[in-house]
């Protein structure tokens, strides 16, 4: 309580600052739009309703993004972990795709795919998929060479331990992982939007730059902030959910 | 050797990869069908190891093992095994490990449940049965892994050092549970253990293993059934006296020197 007291006054120590500097008149409000200048922007697109569309396709975009990646991270994980030897030779292949600057594949998969959602959910999904594949891979290959001899022992199969005994031991790696791909899935997208959105929050900033909207570029700013925390919260809630179920210690 | 024997191991040798000596260096033994053997011997000495030859988790290099009269290709169907550390599955309550092994073939009914819920009263752990393994003392949890074992009535016990966990109260109660079951339901155990009198009060035979061999296997000269209060019987000393001294002149504890 006091912490959060604490860094709610510093909030408001800043923007009290960040006003008073902006009606002082000494820098344009086209480079530094006043706090209050922010909130009516944002008050207005809320108002107006010309923000919910931009925000819906933003939310679409990370959510399949993030569903696509995070099945595809599973699956990998999983499929690698299974067959070390499979592992062995396409790890080179995974890593070199996760260092590829995703962003610079924009280009390219709007050729493929056109401008519109899919380029973007393409790339949110490729940067999730790291984040579960290797915590995937990890959590897996973590379980107590005891228990697996236990399950030997108990004559269960390949497919039973990994559903019995490898998937429930490893699965607070996987969520931590799927927690990074959240975050990443926002940025993802946003950024996305950039090279190759024509609607979203990310494209909207795109267009507020070219009007040299400041005051909007930082409306957004908060609205995308938000949106993250949410969506951040709700995915710890969900782990929470889930572990109680699995509680490992 | 007694070939109709339960578990027959038959030259059972065995070698670490990279390791320059043998963990299990020539093991012959057979447990007859509803015997207690215990195996005694000091840390390190591999005890670990030949109870899992004999589980069929590792294969040996060289002699065979035979459970039934069959060789062993795996890890053996219808055999209980009590690990050394208690290996429960922490996201189960201690009921659910217990039924474990009959959940993990089929799913359990009512009956598999009350066997279950009786075992583990009989462990003492009657109260505690819906608990997770974090929410139980280290001995609480040697018990319910003990249970586990117990609940598919296996023909064949493979115990490492089940109650190496336990106050000496409880070791012996649970000692004589043990002994109550495996007599009720003929069940024979190969049980591994570094406390000699917990071989003497249990074992039909003790078997005392030294460097990776078999260095003495003799029958234990007390009658059967055991009361509790022999252990305070001259003649039960008397057996121990006589482990300690095979133990005393047996290869040294600390490396594995030949
Ligand atoms: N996985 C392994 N790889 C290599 N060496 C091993 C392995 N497991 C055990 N050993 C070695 O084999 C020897 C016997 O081990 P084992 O676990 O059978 O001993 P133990 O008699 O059960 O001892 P304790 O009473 O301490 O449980 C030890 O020297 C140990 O270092
Ligand atoms: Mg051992």
Known sequence: MRTRLASALLLAAVLIAWEAWCRSGRVSALVLPAPSAVAGTLWGELASGRLWPHLRVTMTEMVLGLLAGTVLGLGAGILLSEWPSLHRVLRPYVLASQLVPKLALGPLLILWFGFGLTPIVVITALICFFPLFENTLTGLDQVEPAQRELFRMLGAGRVRTLLRLKLPSALPVILAGFRVAIVLALVGAVVGEFVGGRQGLGASIIAAQSVMDSSLILALFVVITALGMAVYEAARGLEALILRRYARD | ?258
């Open chain 2, 1 to 258: 050797m007694p070939s109709d024997a339960h578990l027959i191991l038959d030259g059972v040798r065995y070698r670490f990869p990279g390791d320059p000596l043998e963990t299990v260096a020539g093991v012959d033994w057979a447990i007859p069908r509803g015997a207690i053997h215990c195996l005694l011997g000091r840390s390190g000495c591999g005890k670990t190891t030949l109870l899992k030859l004999a589980a069929g988790l590792i294969v040996p290099d060289e002699g065979r093992v035979r459970i039934d009269g069959k060789p062993l290709r795996g890890p053996a169907p219808g055999v209980g095994v009590v690990f050394q550390a208690p290996t429960l599955l922490a996201w189960l309550s201690a009921l659910d490990n217990v039924l474990l092994p009959v959940s993990l073939k089929r799913r359990p009914q009512a009956p598999d449940r009350a066997a279950a819920r009786d075992l583990l009263a009989a462990m003492g752990l009657g109260d505690l049965a819906e608990r997770r393994p974090a929410a139980l003392s280290g001995g609480q949890q040697s018990r319910v892994a003990m249970a586990r074992a117990l609940v598919t009535e296996p023909g064949l016990l493979l115990l490492d050092e089940p109650f190496a966990a336990l106050d000496a109260l409880t070791r012996e109660e649970l000692q004589d549970d043990l002994l109550r079951l495996c007599a009720s339901r003929g069940t024979a155990a190969l049980f591994v253990t570094h406390d000699i009198a917990e071989a003497a009060y249990l074992g039909d035979r003790v078997g005392v293993m030294a460097a990776g061999r078999l260095v003495h296997d003799g029958a234990v000269p007390l009658p059967r059934p055991r009361p509790p209060g022999i252990r305070y019987d001259p003649a039960f000393g008397a057996v121990c006296r006589s482990l300690r001294a095979i133990m005393d002149g047996a290869a040294p504890a600390i490396g594995r020197a030949a």
